[in-house]
């Protein structure tokens, strides 16, 4: 089976959305069996893609961010809240895979997180920078507390390291583009999935 990194082949085509059911998952040169891993990558991208222009297509055809700065640079904002989510996505199968989470995706989620947080703070004004800045520093209080608790509570009765520290730093780099509600709310959902990956 051909493994995820392995670009040595020519399995990793641009059409390999269509072709990998017509081609039942088998390399059209060498047959070998394509891992899905590339099928359902390519599935969430295009779906990320298209459901960008299904929101925003309007405001892009119009062209009226040709002249309007606060639509560009919410059209910006938009574009960068995708790539942030599709990173998120290849960051959680890092994570689910390998157990681990490689410093240079972190970096970027950074770059990402920093420039749509500097959008919105231009959108919206420096009062904003202000909030979350309050809010960055009790979450991360609030997180490390949680991480270090955890931690502690499922070595001594599992012996085991029930939360690691990439999603710690995942979490605190997304808390400044949230309000209070939607880091709860995403707590909850990391929380949830977690849990079922967990289980699984």
Partial sequence: ?????????????????????????????CHRCINPFYWWWELLVAICFASFFIFYGQDIFSLLWLYQTSLLLKLLAAHLLMWLFIVLLWVSYQD???????????????????????LQVYLSGWQLLITRFYLFCFWTILLMVFF?????LTKHFYHQRGFGSGDVWVLLLLCPLLS????????????????????L
């Fill in 148 to 152: 270090f608790t955890a931690n502690a």
């Fill in 1 to 29: 089976e051909i493994e995820v990194g392995d670009w040595s082949s020519d399995v990793c085509s641009s059409d390999l959305l269509f072709s990998y059911p017509l081609l039942r998952g088998r390399c059209r040169f």
């Fill in 96 to 118: 689910i895979k390998w157990q681990s989470i490689a410093h240079f995706w972190l970096l970027v989620l950074a770059f990402l997180a920093f420039l749509h947080l500097s």
């Fill in 180 to 199: 209070w509600q939607q880091f709860l709310s995403l707590l909850l959902f990391a929380f949830w999935s977690g849990a079922i990956v967990g289980m």
